[in-house]
Antibody
Framework: QVQLVESGGGLVKPGGSLRLSCAVSGFTFSDYYMTWIRRAPGKGLEWVSY????????YYADSVKGRFTVSRDNAKNSLNLQMNSLRAEDTAVYYC????????????WGQGTLVTVSS | AIQMTQSPSARSASVGERVTITCRAS??????LGWYQQIPGKAPKLLIY???TLQSGVPSRFSGSGFGTEFTLTISSLQPEDFATYYC?????????FGQGTKVEIK
């Protein structure tokens, strides 16, 4: 069955870095585009980043552009999010999600990993 | 960026009641809109994609409609497990944007 499992969250000081990973199984990873979405405490969902199936097309939300880098390793079935220059407002649960094949939308999600940016 | 205006922000409803949630896009997005349900402490769950296509495994009491700028999610008969927050998401144009969310609460 399709599974997405995030890891790498934790407590980090402002200005610090974290690397999130999303390990996937149960489907041909290289066929699907992927995304990162977050939910800050008390707030709604916010789209963070998109990466195409091959990794050739990447988009970021303005709020993270220049600080976050998304990547994927199709051989290792892994999606990553390198987060640098972290700010308090980056505190959130981060979810990876799989794009719907041949359509728009996200059909499978990980359970989320909590990132807390605080001194 | 395309703005998604979702209403209402909260809705009190009883079990068995019909609930309608609306999302309005600031520009046309064809049918590239999805509806997601989030229960506290859990990951979001896809209910509807392409504005009106029911995701596999989602109960038929959920339905979606709309095209262009106006979209609707309808729950025909609210069940206890439906009390949650609902979001629309447009992925027609980068950056993808969510509506603000609608919290459906027990009356």
């Amino acid at each position: 069955q399709v599974q997405l499992v995030e890891s790498g969250g934790g407590l980090v000081k402002p200005g610090g870095s974290l690397r999130l990973s999303c390990a996937v199984s149960g489907f041909t990873f290289s066929d699907y585009y992927m995304t990162w979405i977050r939910r800050a405490p008390g707030k709604g969902l916010e789209w963070v980043s998109y990466i195409s199936s091959s990794g050739s097309t990447i988009y970021y939300a303005d709020s993270v552009k220049g600080r976050f880098t998304v990547s994927r390793d199709n051989a290792k079935n892994s999606l990553n999010l390198q987060m640098n220059s972290l700010r308090a407002e980056d505190t959130a649960v981060y979810y990876c999600a799989r794009g719907i094949y041949d359509n728009s939308g996200y059909d499978f999600w990980g359970q989320g990993t909590l990132v807390t940016v605080s001194s | 960026a395309i703005q998604m205006t979702q209403s209402p922000s909260a809705r009190s409803a009883s079990v068995g009641e019909r609930v309608t949630i609306t999302c309005r896009a600031s520009q046309g997005i064809r049918n590239e809109l999805g509806w997601y349900q989030q229960i506290p402490g859990k990951a979001p769950k896809l209910l509807i994609y392409a504005a009106s296509t029911l995701q596999s495994g989602v109960p038929s009491r959920f339905s979606g409609s709309g095209f262009g700028t106006e979209f609707t999610l309808t729950i025909s008969s609210l069940q206890p497990e439906d009390f949650a927050t609902y979001y629309c998401l447009q992925d027609y144009n980068y950056p993808w944007t969510f509506g603000q969310g609608t919290k459906v609460e027990i009356k």
